[in-house]
């Protein structure tokens, strides 16, 4: 059943319809460099084209494909969105618990700096796509305003230019999300080996 394999569950709208898309990193896959590399692109384009299709239906849609109604109703969001996959897009993920140690504000500080540094293409910047999350956030915590804050900043850079390069999911994450990766963003603040770096 895919949604054991990628660790959705069925009280979201990663549906087996939704998931027939997704290649599981089987024995065989993750045997062949050249397959591995071939299927994690596949689920790359997979995952930006679904969370794109959500978005242009709106919010709520988008919500919707990763979090289950009760979660909706006790304050799960999502904050910003990713456009539809173009050739040469990289994905980079980050996860982790909602907690200051794991840094996520300094994830996005770097997304913030790299999208201003006038010495980067905007072409590779726009290639440059982003999938964070955790959760869910107290309302109050100092980081998760941050996050808010920065993801603000980012959807209005250069009038939205970037608006649909950084998506930030603030209440469930799937670990296995990173079998569509390029690259996994670990940003903690003070961790001495987190388990994020031995999912990745």
Request: charged share 25%; hydrophobic share 30%.
């Amino acid at each position: 059943n895919l949604d054991v394999i990628c660790n959705l569950g069925k009280d979201n709208g990663f549906t087996n319809e939704v998931m027939q898309g997704f290649k599981p990193l089987t024995k065989d896959v993750v045997s062949s460099p050249d397959l591995l590399f071939e299927t994690k692109q596949s689920n790359k384009k997979w995952l930006i084209d679904t969370i794109a299709s959500r978005a242009a239906q709106g919010k709520e849609k988008l919500q919707e494909l990763f979090f289950s109604k009760e979660k909706i109703e006790k304050g799960s969001t999502i904050a910003g969105e990713l456009s539809p996959y173009k050739d040469k897009d990289v994905l980079f993920v980050g996860w982790g618990r909602p907690d200051p140690q794991k840094g996520f504000p300094t994830t996005l500080e770097g997304i913030l700096d790299y999208l201003k540094n006038d010495s980067v293409k905007p072409e590779t910047k726009e290639h440059a796509k982003f999938l964070i999350g955790a959760g869910p956030w107290g309302e109050d915590a100092p980081d998760w305003k941050t996050i808010q804050e920065q993801m603000q900043e980012i959807q209005g850079l250069e009038g939205g230019k970037y608006k649909g390069n950084v998506c930030y999911l603030n209440g469930f994450f799937s670990n296995r999300i990173v079998a569509c990766a390029d690259y996994a963003n670990i940003t903690s603040r003070y961790e001495p080996c987190g388990i994020t770096p031995l999912e990745a």
